[in-house]
């Protein structure tokens, strides 16, 4: 069977980013243009109210007698959104413009602190004749403040957007393919069914038929040993998509259960080193043994697959402080590091034969039905694999 591209997904996920990155780089592009020309645009303000200021400042008396200052009282009052502070050579508040609360400058604790930091980001313009002088502080408006953090906002509400939507999609494509799962699962129990009960119904005649035939008995009792291995398949492929009723079973038990029918089916040239269940207290956990032992069957056999006829299959147990640890290891080819997660996807497989389902459905079986965990431990290429199932223990 083709491998799946294993990068496909992580693909669509980078475009998703870099398609987001681009926007957003965009935003803040145009909006920091259109920030400059505001600032520009500000900073004549700025300088055309200082300069009607310091034409009134500077006036002499003729001038104030006959000059109509009504243009300078204008330019001044249309400022309504640059905040201002004029104070004197001292830096003590003469007047204050376009702050949230114009009255805090009787408490000057406030615009003292205002004044501090505009004095270390700007030079004051100063208004000034032979006998006073006045220093003009500005801050950026309120637009211009705003519209400098609005792409970042736009960035983080684009991230959450771009979040809920994998999500919204991951859920709903997890959802999909557990329907079709337990259909495809359910599907293929009830197809097994129909030929199952026939061969059952020919190997009853065949025992009513011929009771003195030997050999036909022993061809229909080598039938039935079969049947019953299909009945069992078909009884777990009816058991996806239901609640599995979980017993306590001796860890050790299982696998020497295991053992016992692997061994007799391997090459000679195969050795299995799996723990004495006489030489080790007995480790409780809960499993479902019809769906548990196809996980640890899947294991084995992909084992078997991987030694092509030569090597060591291993079993250990751990007892943790939570969980019991079962490693199950070969000496075959192993698997590249990139593919450890790979190899639970549904589909994926390095073998001409088969369609790639059997870890996929070991993953689902532990985790879904055992609240336990299923992943590849270590493994190195010529040298072998370990495959680790992780489960609850029973306390």
């Known amino acids: 069977m083709k491998k799946p591209k294993l990068y496909e997904r992580t693909r669509w996920r980078f475009a998703l980013i870099i398609i987001a990155l681009i926007v957003v780089a965009t935003s803040i592009l145009y909006t920091n243009t259109v920030v400059y020309q505001l600032k520009l645009d500000e900073e004549k303000r700025v300088k055309l109210w200082f300069d009607a200021q310091k034409a009134m400042f500077n006036a002499t008396p003729e001038e104030v007698e006959f000059c109509n200052f009504e243009l300078y009282f204008s330019i001044m009052e249309r400022n309504s959104d640059i905040p201002i502070i004029l104070t004197d050579e001292h830096y003590r508040i003469m007047d204050v413009m376009n702050y949230e609360d114009k009255d805090a400058i009787k408490d000057t604790a406030y615009f003292n602190k205002e004044i501090a930091y505009l004095k270390k980001h700007q030079k004051p313009l100063v208004i000034e004749d032979d006998v006073i002088k006045n220093y003009l502080f500005y801050r950026q408006s309120t637009l211009i403040t705003s519209l400098e953090w609005f792409p970042y906002f736009q960035f983080a509400l684009l991230g959450v957007l771009l979040m809920l939507s994998y999500f919204t999609f991951s859920f709903n494509r ?51 040993t ?3 291995l299909l009945k069992l398949v078909a009884d777990r492929f009816s058991k996806i998509g239901a609640v599995p009723k979980l017993e306590p079973i001796n860890v050790y038990d299982n696998l020497n259960k295991h053992l016992q029918y692997v061994q007799q089916r391997a090459s000679r040239k195969i050795t299995f080193d799996f723990p004495d269940p006489t030489k080790h207290a007995a480790l409780m956990v809960n499993i479902n043994p019809l769906l548990f032992d196809w996980v640890v069957e899947n294991l084995l056999k992909n084992a078997l697959d991987a030694l092509e006829g030569k090597g060591q299959i291993e079993a250990r147990v751990i007892d943790g402080e939570y969980f019991v640890h079962i490693d199950i290891s070969d000496t075959g080819k192993g698997i590249p590091k990139r593919s450890f997660k790979s190899v639970f996807q549904p589909g994926y497989s390095t073998k001409k034969r088969g369609w790639g389902l059997g870890l996929s459905l070991c993953k689902r079986i532990v985790e879904k ?16 694999t370990t495959f680790r199932i992780q489960l609850p223990q029973i306390k």
């Open 226 to 228: 079969d049947v019953e």
């Open 174 to 224: 997890q959802a999909e393919q557990e329907r079709v799962w337990v259909g495809m699962a359910k599907e293929t129990a009830h197809q097994l069914g129909t030929p199952l009960t026939s061969l059952m119904g020919w190997i009853q005649n065949i025992n009513m038929m011929y009771p003195d035939d030997e050999d036909l008995l022993m061809i229909a009792e080598e039938m039935n």
């Open 369 to 384: 039905y055992h609240n336990g965990k299923i992943f590849v431990l270590k493994s190195t290429e010529g040298k072998g």
